[in-house]
């Protein structure tokens, strides 16, 4: 699989150590160790650079040399997608870390790859503002890191996905170029948008340098509804039925553990007027359900699936349980899978309910939060063979719907089970698409969808 | 057009579908922007995606480059036809396939006119969200190549942000699907990339849009300020207060005396005319109304009036709509312009507009999506006196860089097409570009789809020199051109 014999590898890579030297200043390259693995494949280097300029300098170095370049932001998402075919190279973008400019009256931001989402939180909380956007380990996860993984949370009904959110974009190619796309206006018609192009890419395509966002105010107020449905057809009904009034919720979903009952959550963001009306409007809605003022802690329902808590998304919002895993670790002890998964909204129940009847006959536990729109994060925790069998099973289905399921973690065991399904006729494009950016593959091989 | 060519297409769409003759192929010479104008060897009208296929693969087989047209209502020359190429009208395609009401998608042809999806939907308590002026008469498969915005984009975005899912015939007759019904299809976002390509990476053949659930309560303002200043402040104002309005539109004392003129929309004459539009539960809109309806009067508003009825907020809205056609009453000839530029930069350029204005003695009237600093300067001619068009151009361009150096765009819904492509350098660097034709080339390595739009240069892909030069049957003397 490698373009290169290992000697003329090892003479590359010494070649290429040196040179980035120079470029990056010696300080800010190290040798990878057992730490750095990416998925079980073990890097070389580690490189990190203090601007643009200079990564796209090491790049172009990397890409010269046949080095394959895995990026990396803040590495919370690293285990998402494929094994790499090769790994020499970490390209680090913790140095580029600055808010460029907030211009808050304009309601836009941009900002470095290498931000953390919490630092940006921070300093758009000051004008009262937000990037409407909750994303997964917020004080570890990256801007670069989030769009490449195409990260999005709850608010994502109300506010859209990153695509609608990313307004601008810096590009870093293999072959060193700099392209910056888009522009710091909202809106923006001029030129191919790339920015949306590289959301979601994981890096395949370029590294990302800077982005730019639009912005939305912080609600007034907010307050979070819940209800219990009777089961999955029920919760299905009262989303459903949710989505189709007009009420202006921010975010609305489903939490489905095991065999228990299914919990809806709605968000408000309103002025306290505007809560209170619709807060009342709803119990119409879901009446004869009984509904209850939950707290803002089952929005992190995904974040609890992501940290590996089953029986932690089973309790949250019912006890005061207190969560029984570390919810910063982002490594899963316990063999465990999970998945996003894409569906209609009127296919959630069936959904759910093919899951349950493949982790029963595979005698694995399960859970998952669905949102309105169709996305859903499941866990699943077995021996790893069943795991690939239900994922595999489940994947069957979901597709036949015209859906998708991609594996985000899983255990070693299960690393050839392709984490991204099928790509459908457009995968040839999508070749297409990565060998004019990247002809030589050397950003993050194999790891995307179809071998890219 | 080449007889044995000509017989070929006419094989495919038959010979209703074929147009040919000098007078009929007039009707595609242009498209909105009438100052453009090239004759098409001829018109294709397909009526299924099959056929369009067909055509491609030909054009393809052939290296004859094609033009994909909807209703023509574009104005920066996107579906302006290329010498010795055909343009593909879509109009015939132009069923709605699809409603999908639970899960608030609707599947529609390319053809489909913009405000017969929310016609076709409004039973049920929906509409389709993107609403440029010409909402009317333009397509959805030209909404798509533009990446159509409109009043109510502030708040509900563009049509990128409806379009889940496209069935494309790419330049060489292959058909894919980009997207789908359902969100994050693996792999890149190539349905996000297509969107406002301007027709030049393939021909949409499906379109799957997401609809938008009417809102309970919707409220229209309109508040008269003294200048464009005052104005400007206001909505500074409303953002900073924390409100995201569906609109925010200004016009200034010559758009008003024109929209006037033309529908008799009622406006106060003013210095510049604010229509700010809340939607939502009706508890949020009631309470942030009296916050807006405060802070126009903070800034200097001196008649605030919010519409009554349906029928007085129809009447509000169709004075903004028909601004740019009302010209006609106050100017023999104009050109719209689209720039974009950050809000808070507004009152700079306004004046350096104003200067430029009075420098040259062009009149320039403003129509502004105010909420996202999209401007919309209208420049007064008249083409009968002698240098006045000269001198409107030059200063349609000379906006345009204004509008760059505030840190904004040369087009917020309009498109590069033919008219823009110069600015295209002025706004992005030449590797900039170059990325992006990247693009280009892995859809239409040949670059037969819309060949010459955009890009100030074209890339070569490889293979093939990219810009096409003439017809080989037409230079070995085969075929005739019209």
Known sequence: MDATAPADTARNIAAFEAAVRTIVGPENVRAATNEDHIAGVQPQLVIAPGDEQQLARVLKAANDAALAVIPLGGGTKLAWGNPPLRAHIILSTARLNAIIEHAHSDLTVTVEAGCTLRQLAETLAKQNQRLALDGLWPERATVGGILSANDSGVLRLRFGSLRDLVIGATLALADGTLAKSGGKVVKNVAGYDLPKLATGAFGTLGVITQATFRLHPMPKESRTVSCVAADAREAQRLLLAIQDSKLAHSALQVRFVESMQPQVDVLFEATEAGCAAQAEQLKTILAPATIIDSGAEVWKGRQDVFSGGIRNLAEMGRSNAAPLHDPAGTSISNPSAIARVSVLPTQIAETYEALTESAQANRVHFGVVFLAIGLGTLCIAGAPADLASVLQNLRGKIEALGGSLAITHRPDAMRQLDAWGNAGDAIELMRAVKKQFDPKSTLNPGRFVGGI | ?482
Request: charged letters at 20%; glycine letters at 10%; aromatic letters at 6%.
């Open chain 2, 1 to 482: 057009m080449n007889a044995a060519i000509a017989k070929q297409f006419r094989d495919i769409v038959g010979s209703r579908g074929l147009i040919t003759s000098a007078e009929e192929l007039r009707t595609y010479e242009c498209d909105g922007l009438t100052n453009f104008r090239v004759m098409p060897l001829g018109v294709l009208l397909p009526e299924n995606t099959a056929q369009v296929q067909a055509i491609l693969k030909l054009c393809h087989a052939e290296k004859i480059p094609f033009v994909a047209r909807g209703s023509g209502t574009g104005l920066s020359g996107g579906a302006l036809p290329i010498e010795n190429g055909i343009v593909i009208a879509l109009t015939r395609m132009n069923r709605i396939l699809e409603v999908d009401i639970p899960n608030a998608r609707v599947v529609v042809e390319p053809g489909v006119v913009n405000l017969d999806v929310s016609a076709a939907v409004a039973p049920y308590g929906y509409f389709y969200a993107p609403d440029p002026s010409s909402q009317s008469v333009c397509s959805i498969g030209g909404n798509v190549a533009e990446n159509s915005g409109g009043a109510h984009c502030l708040k509900y975005g563009f049509t990128t942000t409806h379009v889940l899912g496209l069935e494309v015939v790419l330049p060489d007759g292959s058909l894919v699907h980009l997207g789908g019904k359902s969100l994050d299809a693996p792999g890149y976002d190539l349905a996000g990339v297509f969107v406002g390509s301007e027709g030049t990476l393939g021909v949409a053949t499906k379109i799957i849009l997401r609809i938008v659930k009417q809102p309970e309560c919707v409220q229209t303002l309109l508040a008269a300020f003294p200048s464009t200043n005052e104005a400007g402040a206001a909505v500074s104002g409303i953002i900073a207060a924390g409100m995201l309005p569906a609109a925010i539109e200004m016009m200034d004392n010559l758009a008003i005396q024109a929209a006037e003129a033309a529908v008799h929309a009622n406006y106060p004459n003013c210095g510049a005319l604010l229509l700010v539009e809340l939607d939502g539960p009706f508890a949020e809109v009631e309470s942030l109304m009296r916050h807006v309806d405060a802070i126009c009067r903070e800034h200097g508003a001196s008649e605030i009036r919010v519409a009554q009825s349906e029928t007085e907020r129809a009447l509000v809205w169709k004075g903004r709509k028909a601004a740019f056609a009302a010209m006609g009453r106050i100017s023999p000839n104009y050109i719209v312009q689209d720039g974009v530029i950050p809000r808070t930069a507004l009152p700079q350029v306004m004046s350096e507009i104003d200067r430029l204005s009075k420098e040259t003695g062009v009149r320039v009237a403003n129509v502004f999506h105010a909420g996202d600093g999209n401007l919309h300067p209208l420049v007064l001619y008249d083409r009968r006196i002698e240098g006045q068009e000269e001198a409107a151009e030059a200063l349609s361009y000379k906006i345009l860089e204004i509008c760059i150096a505030a840190g904004g765009s040369i087009t917020g819904e309009h498109g590069v097409g033919e008219d823009k492509k110069r600015a295209m350098s002025k706004m992005f660097s030449e590797p900039d570009l170059e990325t992006m034709q990247r693009v280009r080339c892995a859809f239409d390595p040949l670059q037969l789809s819309n060949p010459d739009k955009i890009f100030p240069t074209p890339r070569l892909c490889g293979e093939k020199p990219g810009k096409f030069v003439q017809h080989e049957l037409e230079s070995a003397g085969i075929a005739e051109r019209f």
